[in-house]
């Protein structure tokens, strides 16, 4: 009898363990990342795999798919049914998000269709009890007329809402049940470039219009762009550790990096991806890697799904990054010009101390004279005052160097084109 009643006690037991990581995992914040569809033409199944496989490592739920309509990027069907077959393998999540500087207010049937295609996917990103779906910008799109036409299947509609102020009234207007914001930089709207850095002003404003209904809070490392159609870097040199600070003490309801590979606008935390196509940024992305910012997001998406206060950190570790060239170099045969913004940056070299215990940081910037400071456990960011040549770091504890070595990229003065993206290096 005993035997019988401890083998239902351990039965019962599994069954209570297995419903409460169910819930555990739904009741936790997910944290996405944007992905640029329009540039995996090429993409295979394995080649979602390693995207996919990347962002787990850091505790990335899925990915927001970027997406073009067909009659724009014709391969678009093909690669939202890989980015959903490859997440399927690996119990990760995805999401569409409308590009509406190439959808319209006039697309409802086509958007009903893929929605309604991937809202049963096992695959398919899931909040609030609704398949999530987004947008970029597509404000006054009527989601009421998808919903109805969806009939019992249940959405979400989280889309990119440019005016805070109408997140409230927006809701009950177009079927809207939540608002994100592309605001993840410095601005006064739209694309001005004001001085940082980063404040959580966008923020507060779209949570309280929205008064208590989802808020997808943005984050973003950099953003530095140099095409003739946009030529400008928004201020936000600090910005890998501090917005992720700000997402700690806000805690909305849901956080989208912005973004996973968008490389045209330098905010890419992917690896190289060497089967996108280019877009032309690889002038500027080429052999300036982001991968370091990676292990500053993992400890802080852990705390925030925790709900703590600050990121934990398992193991000693620095993370670099910092622009080739001082602000006011004048290169020599760039016919674009300076970037609108250059004139507010700082020249200056970041470094992110992820600490298990205190210890002591050397930075020594191409001339200029090595400088200590005292780094305290947990994640810090640094600042020090760029010089031209190698550049070279190191931690010590106890008088005895535990890591650094010198960067693979240097400063220099003279440059043809300009690029004001971050290289970014790890030891």
Not at 150 to 173: F, M, R
Not at 210 to 230: C, D, E, I, Q
Not at 285 to 303: C, E, L, M, S, V
Request: proline share 5%; aromatic share 14%.
């Amino acid at each position: 009898m005993a035997s019988k009643f401890a083998g239902w006690l351990a039965t019962v037991s599994a069954i209570l363990a297995n419903t409460l990581t169910l819930a555990d995992a739904q009741s936790s914040k997910p944290v996405f990342a944007h992905f640029m569809v329009g540039i995996v033409e090429n993409f295979t199944v394995q080649d979602w795999v390693n995207e996919i496989q990347q962002a787990q490592a850091i505790g990335i739920d899925g990915f927001a798919l970027n997406c073009a309509p067909p009659w724009v990027d014709s391969y678009t069907p093909k690669q939202l049914d890989n980015a959903y077959t490859a997440a399927q393998q690996l119990n990760f999540k995805m999401f569409i998000s409308f590009d509406f500087a190439y959808w319209s207010n006039g697309d409802t049937g086509n958007i009903t269709s893929f929605v309604g295609k991937y809202a049963n996917h096992s695959a398919q990103a899931v909040f609030n009890g609704g398949a999530l779906v987004s947008t970029f910008v597509g404000d006054s799109f009527n989601w009421n007329a998808v919903k109805s036409a969806l009939g019992s299947q249940k959405l979400t509609v989280i889309p990119n809402l440019q005016d805070p102020t109408a997140s409230g009234s927006a809701n009950s207007q177009f079927g809207v049940d939540g608002a994100f914001s592309w605001y993840a930089w410095p601005t006064d709207g739209g694309n001005s470039v004001i001085d940082g850095p980063m404040t959580t002003i966008w923020d507060e404003r779209y949570i309280q219009g929205l008064n208590g209904r989802p808020y997808m809070a943005p984050v973003s490392p950099w953003f530095s762009t140099h095409f003739n159609t946009k030529n400008w870097v928004f201020i936000c040199e600090e910005q890998p550790v501090r917005r992720w600070q700000q997402i700690l003490d806000m805690k909305p309801a849901l956080v989208e990096i912005i973004t996973w590979n968008d490389f045209g606008e330098s905010h890419y935390i992917s690896g190289s991806e060497p089967n996108h196509s280019d877009d032309g940024s690889s002038q500027w992305a080429n052999g300036f890697p982001h991968d370091g910012w990676r292990d500053i997001y993992k400890p802080y998406i852990a705390a925030y799904k925790a709900g703590a206060s600050s990121p934990t950190v398992s193991a000693d570790e620095i993370v670099y990054w910092y622009r080739t060239i001082p602000h006011g170099t004048q290169c020599s045969s760039d016919s674009l010009g300076i970037p609108r913004g250059a004139e507010l940056m700082h020249d200056l070299v970041f470094v992110s101390t992820l600490l298990t215990q205190p210890a002591q940081l050397t930075v020594t910037s191409g001339n200029v004279a090595p400088i200590t400071v005292n780094a305290d456990a947990g994640v810090h960011v640094f600042n020090f005052t760029m010089g031209v040549g190698k550049q070279s770091f190191s931690v010590s504890r106890g008088g005895k160097q535990i890591l650094g070595g010198q960067s693979a990229k240097d400063i220099t003065n003279s440059c043809q084109t300009y690029n004001f993206n971050a290289y970014v290096g790890k030891f």
